[in-house]
DNA sequence: TCTCAGGGGCGAT
DNA sequence: ATCGCCCCTGAG
């Protein structure tokens, strides 16, 4: 494998982190499938071991996946201000933000609607059986991220296949949105507040999702995805009123955090959601009762 | 076997 | 702005 230097960054902890979907942990390596290929990586202290197939050597997509041009110290220094953030910081050091694929993460988080991070993951493997492409690596067998023009043209009943429920409609109508205009070049074009804006019209996609996109994959270190999660750390630990607007709470997240308020959200959701103090009670957010 | 929530979004009102 | 519903899974 190829090795070079990695500082202050926490692979496994950023791989597992709920950012991305398309990772495995075997036998001491992860293993991440992306729309052309698989990675293989591994850290070691201050080493990175890495690897792509089939095409091999691919520095480029693993540095950029990896987004390792960016100024962590500082973003630390400018969203450590607080008990909450000082305390996850510690408990999750050197967590980082990727930049994913654009249309891998719009097909990721549409599918995250109402599931879980486990079943976001088993569906987001059985597309990738059936509309990917078989990449064998160490003798196991990995399946590309499915090319949106193959999902665009599947019929509901296979997109069904994977588990996906009604979610089906949302991938094949926005798979073909995205991939007859161009949407990738377009909207990675724009500012934060249009490309948000022209997300949201895609189907299945709302603020939340769209604030996804925003921050894992176009970069906006302020776009904040509030999920359930997010909601309840506003509200347990700010005061935030439960029944603020998404667009409110938003608002005051970022205007809390300053620039940087989508790393802020990321360590306040690994804290929020793998400490949670018992003191705190969770906050039910907005379950209607379903027959 | 049953209940419940899961990193929401849509459409009707 | 609010509300019922959407399909399915994993956990308890």
Partial sequence: MNKTELHNYNLSLTLQSGQTFVWDFIDGYYYGFTTNSVIKLKQVKDNLYWQTFPESDNWKLVKNYLRLDTDYTTILQRINKDKYLNSAIKHFPNLRLLRQDFNETVIAFILSARKNIKAVKGSLRELSKIFGEKVTVDNMVFYTFPKLENLASATLAELKDAKIGYRARFIKVTAKEIFTKN????????????????????????????????????????????????????????????KLPYAKMREWIRDYFEGFAGWAGQYLFEYIRNLKPPSQRLVRLGRKKSK
């Fill in 183 to 242: 949407l990738q070049k377009t909207i990675s074009a724009l500012s934060e507040e249009d490309a948000r804006s022209e997300l949201k019209k895609l189907s299945g996609v709302g603020d939340k999702v769209a604030d996804c996109v925003l921050l894992y994959s176009l970069g906006f270190d302020n776009a904040v995805p509030l999920d359930v999660w997010g909601q309840r750390f506003l509200t347990s630990y700010y005061g935030l009123d439960p």
